[in-house]
């Protein structure tokens, strides 16, 4: 397991930000992907952004595009997620993980879910 990571969540009116932050983890060589992940009211956990070593790749689900910033620090290994223009829809419990980059650009995650860290966006 990841281990509580992730920091950063809050709640939050419609329209503000957040910026999530993942405690270095993992080998910044093996974990050619690092991502996000959030499980909402379908309790599956969507890939919501994830980017690779160097910044070379980069995805993004759709519904966060233009207001979600992934970013990476390999010098210390650690991940954050800048969220701007919070909306409703962006309710839920967000992970950090080591992923993989499928062959049609989204991510998987790896290992296992830690606690995560709670976001949630009123209207």
């Known amino acids: 397991a990841q281990g509580q990571l992730e920091s950063g969540g809050g709640s939050v009116q419609a329209g503000g930000s957040l910026r999530l932050s993942c405690e270095p983890f993992?080998?910044?060589?093996?974990?050619?992907?690092k991502g996000w992940f959030r499980r909402g009211p379908g309790n599956e956990h969507e890939g919501v952004a994830g980017v690779s070593l160097g910044g070379e790749r980069i995805y993004y689900t759709d519904s966060v595009k233009g207001r979600f910033t992934v970013f990476r620090v390999d010098a210390n290994n650690s991940l954050y997620l800048q969220m701007d223009d919070l909306k409703p829809d962006d309710t839920g419990t967000y992970y950090c993980?080591?992923?993989?980059?499928?062959?049609?650009?989204?991510?998987?995650?790896?290992?296992?879910w830690g606690q995560g860290t709670q976001v949630t966006v009123s209207s």
């Open positions: 993992g080998d910044i060589y093996k974990d050619y992907c």
């Open positions: 993980m080591a992923c993989y980059f499928r062959s049609d650009g989204r991510i998987d995650p790896t290992g296992n």
